[in-house]
């Protein structure tokens, strides 16, 4: 690819500890994120997709720094900030942001929305009073709401609106990249193609990158450049977003992408569908070789003792299967 | 089976009246699944809590008919009402952890429900609780029935709920986002087993979810609501192949696409679900619409033939 890295994470992990050494079974690691490498070009929207509890959100919290990396190195626009300390991290905070899921939980309920977006504008800028008004004036528009808007409270608006909010808030010092953590899960259909549709816009229109974690995988198809597919805290499958939906090549991704009910009759029925049995297995205790061979339709006696490492096949698409699907390796 | 006519669900709340259900009327037929979709705060699952007695809010006023075989349910006494749910009536809910109590084992609990409704000894309503966990593709079921709920993954909770529902063989199954809380993968499961349940015990189901793509895998007939009413009802193929309210329509048009060309925009519905406190006395859903014109100050009457909707294109005044 040509274009620019605008940050690139490398071997991260992240490790909890659960539990103390009074509980029963001891102190415990969960491998939250386990060796993890990605990377993401200026301008493109890399999503992270995978069921819950497979590190999808903790990778994204590491990425920006809301939890220390247990390993690795994350770089961002040339400073590795993995060892940076908080103060030296403030100024670089600024381009890289945040949007929750829940946006009524980040948004302070006793504050009017005016202070709430001219909150970063007061910290790392040095604009005036009335430079401020203005900005959070542009920023209002720039999301789709109304100017009188802004002397009111979180409450005093729907769930769209209230996300429309953590986006001024996010791009308010122009960002360049930003993490989306699930930004469409909590609303409604009809006004979840609202949101994807403004951050496509403001994508195009102030040149962001974005890091997209959701678990839907519509959505995630529709705004992503490519899709790192997670599974258990590592990266199962990473290409071409509209490619890894045609032609899947980890089973897990084949099976994920299947057992997304399709709202077309005529489609619904020649769909194949993989029913995967079982749970996703617990990350404090994974399973031996390839952590998805309990669960996988193709699994091998191979797939029980060595771990798959992830390998980059023809058409830029990196798989981590010793029986991937279709794929040539170069 | 069930036949709900004119139902009204209102609230009094401290800003006044809010009309959550605005005369709403449906049939359930035996055996068939019937999917209830619709966004938050249109009704969907406060039309059934009405249907299973359990809005217990006092500042709750609940009009209109709802027959059980028969049987009119509005107005029945709590005692009346708890012999039949569980019974001939049973719940599912989205979160399996609400459902459960966390003190007790899942096979207690199952077997408490069991002999809640029947003459039975402890000792066969725990081997009923073994069958039924079986049924549900729960592993080991002789050893599941001594676990706590928080010793399940959110699936298997979901199938001990099911389990528990199946406990007295209802003729009628109320499913509420049963499969919303769940993965995917997880959630191909659980919809699998709820169609093979549904052939094997020939219960009719109500099916409510806010995913279009569920209603399109499970439903034979389908109701869509907005706002406290109905919007659109058909059989799943006329729905589905030829929506003919611009809300269907919208709703399916804005869903990505899984497969072909990704559109360049999505389609999107602009502004939000009204608020019910302020009713407007037109079309809940003119001030959204594409579609609008003069006629959509009124309110337009849901027709009356298989496959209705309450829009005036559809049905001119």
């Not at chain 1, 992990?13 to 200026?42: M, P, Q």
């Not at chain 1, 058409?315 to 299967?321: K, Y």
Request: aromatic share 4%; charged share 20%.
């Amino acid at each position: 690819m040509s274009k620019k890295i605008l940050y690139e994470a490398k071997n991260v992990s992240k490790r909890f500890t659960v539990g103390s050494r009074f509980s029963a079974k001891g102190r415990l690691t969960v491998n939250a994120v386990d060796n993890v490498s990605i990377t993401i070009h200026e301008g493109e929207t890399l999503g992270l997709v995978g069921e819950s509890g497979c590190g999808k959100s903790t990778l994204g919290r590491c990425m920006t720094r809301l939890y220390e990396i247990s390993e690795g190195h994350l770089v961002f626009d040339g400073t590795d900030i993995s060892r940076l300390s908080m103060r030296a991290l403030r100024p670089l905070r600024a381009k890289l942001q945040m949007v929750f899921q829940d946006p009524s939980a980040s948004l302070n309920p006793r504050r009017r929305i005016r202070d709430l977006i001219a909150e970063p504008l007061r910290i790392h800028s040095k604009l005036n009073e009335a430079q401020i008004t203005k900005r959070v004036a542009e920023l209002l528009e720039l999301v789709g709401l109304l100017p009188d808007h802004a002397t009111r409270f979180q409450h005093e608006f729907s769930g769209g609106q209230r996300q429309r909010i953590g986006i001024a808030r996010a791009i308010a010092l122009n960002p360049k990249l930003i993490v989306l953590d699930e930004p469409v899960s909590a609303l409604d259909v009809s006004v979840q193609a609202q949101i994807v549709n403004l951050l496509a816009d403001l994508q195009e229109k102030l040149g962001l990158t974005y890091a997209f974690i959701a678990h839907d995988l519509s959505v995630v198809r529709q705004v992503s450049t490519r899709i790192a597919v997670m599974y258990l805290g590592s990266i199962v499958e990473l290409g071409n977003a509209e490619d890894i939906f045609s032609n899947p090549a980890h089973p897990y991704t084949q099976a994920l992408i299947s057992a997304v009910p399709v709202p077309d009759i005529n489609k619904a029925g020649s769909r194949k569908r993989i029913v995967l049995s079982g749970d996703v297995p617990s990350p404090i205790n994974p399973p031996s070789g390839c952590h998805f061979h309990p669960r996988c339709p193709v699994a091998q006696e191979r797939c029980k003792i060595e771990r798959p490492s992830l390998l980059t096949h023809s058409n830029n698409r990196t798989v981590a299967c010793h029986f991937p699907i279709d794929v040539r390796r170069d | 089976m069930l036949s709900v006519r004119d139902l009204r669900v209102s609230f009094c709340t401290e800003q006044g009246m809010v009309q959550a259900i605005d005369g709403v009327s449906f049939d359930v037929a035996e055996g068939e699944i019937l999917g209830v979709v619709g966004e938050s705060g249109s009704g969907k699952t406060v039309s059934l809590l009405a249907v299973m007695g359990l809005i217990t809010d006092p500042n709750a006023v609940i009009e209109g008919s709802i027959k059980y075989q028969g049987r009119e349910l509005v107005g029945l006494s709590a005692k009346d009402m708890r012999k039949l749910r569980g019974r001939e009536i049973a719940m599912i809910f989205q979160d399996p952890m609400t459902a459960l109590t966390p003190v007790y084992t899942i096979g207690w609990q199952i077997a408490e429900q069991i002999r809640a409704h029947e003459k039975i000894s402890a000792k066969a309503a725990e081997q009923r609780a073994i069958d039924l966990l079986q049924e549900v593709n729960i592993p080991n079921p002789a050893e599941a029935i001594h676990l706590y709920p928080h010793q399940l993954s959110g699936g298997m909770r979901q199938r001990a709920v099911i389990a528990m529902a199946l406990s007295c063989n209802p003729s009628l199954l109320v499913a509420d986002e049963p499969t919303t809380a769940l993965d995917v993968t997880v959630q191909a499961q659980i919809l699998d087993l709820v169609r093979k349940l549904q052939k094997n015990y020939k219960s009719a189901v109500v099916f409510i979810t806010h995913d279009m793509g569920v209603i399109a895998e499970i439903a034979d007939r389908v109701m869509v609501m907005y706002a406290g009413r109905i919007a659109e009802r058909g059989s799943k193929r006329e729905l589905f192949s030829e929506p003919q309210h611009p809300y269907t329509q919208a709703l399916l048009d804005s869903i990505p696409p899984l497969e072909g060309k990704r559109p360049h925009r999505l389609k999107s519905i602009p502004g939000a679900p009204p608020a019910l406190l302020h009713r407007s006395t037109g079309c809940a859903f003119a001030p959204r619409c594409a579609k609008r014109f003069d006629a959509c100050v009124n309110m337009p009457i849901l027709t009356a033939n298989g496959h209705d909707a309450a829009c005036f294109k559809v049905n001119p005044i």
